[in-house]
């Protein structure tokens, strides 16, 4: 045998020489859950590690992350149903507290990336990502909707909108309409292959967020489609996105690798709520090591091309990293 790779992997001076992907907290965007109140930090029962938090404790709980060397966020609002609609108005409202957040954010920590989530689901009476009449989905009516929610976010200080609604023609909407609000340094992280997952359950749990009727299917990919992804893809670079997202992301990797080869815009992941729910649950049974399963799920989501990843372990690999 005159080759035998084994000698590449002889010791850990080696391998970290010939190590091809690196993690590191740079490439993560923590997603944080915030409500209104004062001293709020409830579990979500879940997605255990995980919490829904008041401004007055997310604030001291965002400084110990960015001690840590994250440095980008996504934050998604839990609102009162008393205050949802079927125009998802309180997107909007001048007394938003998610709005007020991100301002408030933004002035204690001008040097993160700050990232929202643009979609009616969290606002909406029907819980859905788009306007719904006599049981549709309507594309074009949402457009409106979603481009007010945008610009309201970008006057309290957003870095990065986040739309996750998966309405038809949005990115180039709200591209459009930001620049002509000389809103034109906010970007655009499109969730542009957004799957039809069973996956989502503990964030809409962690928002009461479901759909009261039906389901998401006629808006959010079909699991079995690939070569969909490739046109999503080409549309949102087309209508102006400076990042596009894969959502879900282990169940994808394929997804994520194709854009990767095909286009040359970065390309993120959401390792969502599901995924990391399986690893918390096995974990909790002693049947898998913690430390070492959240890692190796990450790293296999950064090998396959992702340049970002959303991940509720962006705090413990942090910590990992800085043992
Ligand atoms: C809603 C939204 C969802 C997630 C992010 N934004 C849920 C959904 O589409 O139903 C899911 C994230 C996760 O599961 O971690 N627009």
């Given amino acids: 045998m005159?080759?035998?790779?084994?000698?590449?992997?002889?010791?850990?001076?080696?391998?970290?020489?010939?190590?091809?992907?690196?993690?590191?907290?740079?490439?993560?965007?923590?997603?944080?859950?915030?409500?209104?109140?004062?001293?709020?930090?409830?579990?979500?029962?879940?997605?255990?590690?995980?919490?829904?938090?008041?401004?007055?404790?997310?604030?001291?709980?965002?400084?110990?992350?960015?001690?840590?060397g994250i440095n980008s966020f996504v934050l998604f609002p839990a609102v009162?149903?008393?205050?949802?609609?079927?125009?998802?108005?309180?997107?909007?409202?001048?007394?938003?507290?998610?709005?007020?957040?991100?301002?408030?954010?933004?002035t204690e920590f001008p040097q993160i990336a700050l990232m929202s989530d643009v979609a009616m689901?969290?606002?909406?009476?029907?819980?859905?990502?788009?306007?719904v009449k006599n049981g549709l989905i309507l594309n074009d009516e949402t457009?409106?909707?979603?481009?007010?929610m945008s610009l309201a976010q970008a006057q309290?200080?957003?870095?990065?909108?986040?739309?996750?609604?998966m309405m038809d023609g949005r990115v180039g909407f709200l591209r459009e309409l930001?620049?002509?609000?000389?809103?034109?340094?906010?970007?655009?992280?499109?969730?542009?292959?957004?799957?039809?997952?069973?996956?989502?359950?503990?964030f809409r749990d962690a928002l009461d967020s479901a759909p009261k009727n039906g389901d998401k299917k006629t808006y959010q990919m079909n699991p079995a489609n690939k070569k969909e992804a490739y046109i999503e893809a080409q549309l949102d670079i087309e209508e102006g996105a400076d990042m596009i997202m894969v959502k879900p992301a282990t169940c994808y990797l394929d997804i994520i690798h194709m854009l990767k080869e095909k286009f040359d815009i970065p390309i993120t992941a959401y390792n969502v709520s599901g995924e990391c729910a399986m690893i918390y649950a096995a974990?909790?049974?002693?049947?898998?090591?913690?430390?070492?399963?959240?890692?190796?799920?990450?790293?296999?989501?950064?090998?396959?091309?992702?340049?970002?990843?959303?991940?509720?372990?962006?705090?413990d690999f942090a910590l990992l990293l800085n043992k």
């Fill in 121 to 131: 689901d969290p606002y909406s009476s029907d819980g859905h990502d788009g306007l």
């Fill in 156 to 165: 309290a200080g957003i870095d990065i909108l986040g739309p996750s609604d």
């Fill in 178 to 202: 930001l620049d002509q609000n000389n809103y034109k340094e906010v970007s655009i992280m499109s969730y542009t292959a957004k799957y039809a997952s069973a996956f989502y359950g503990p």
């Fill in 2 to 68: 005159n080759k035998r790779p084994r000698r590449n992997r002889k010791n850990s001076a080696i391998r970290a020489m010939v190590e091809e992907t690196k993690l590191g907290a740079e490439n993560l965007i923590y997603p944080i859950f915030i409500e209104d109140g004062k001293s709020v930090k409830s579990e979500i029962k879940s997605l255990p590690n995980n919490f829904r938090w008041s401004l007055d404790t997310l604030l001291p709980e965002m400084e110990n992350c960015i001690n840590l």
């Fill in 80 to 106: 009162k149903e008393a205050l949802k609609d079927k125009n998802a108005s309180y997107s909007y409202a001048n007394d938003n507290f998610y709005l007020k957040a991100i301002h408030r954010i933004k």
């Fill in 283 to 315: 974990c909790e049974k002693g049947w898998l090591d913690y430390d070492s399963s959240m890692s190796e799920m990450l790293l296999s989501i950064r090998r396959a091309g992702a340049d970002g990843i959303l991940t509720y372990f962006a705090k």
């Fill in 143 to 148: 457009l409106p909707i979603l481009g007010q």
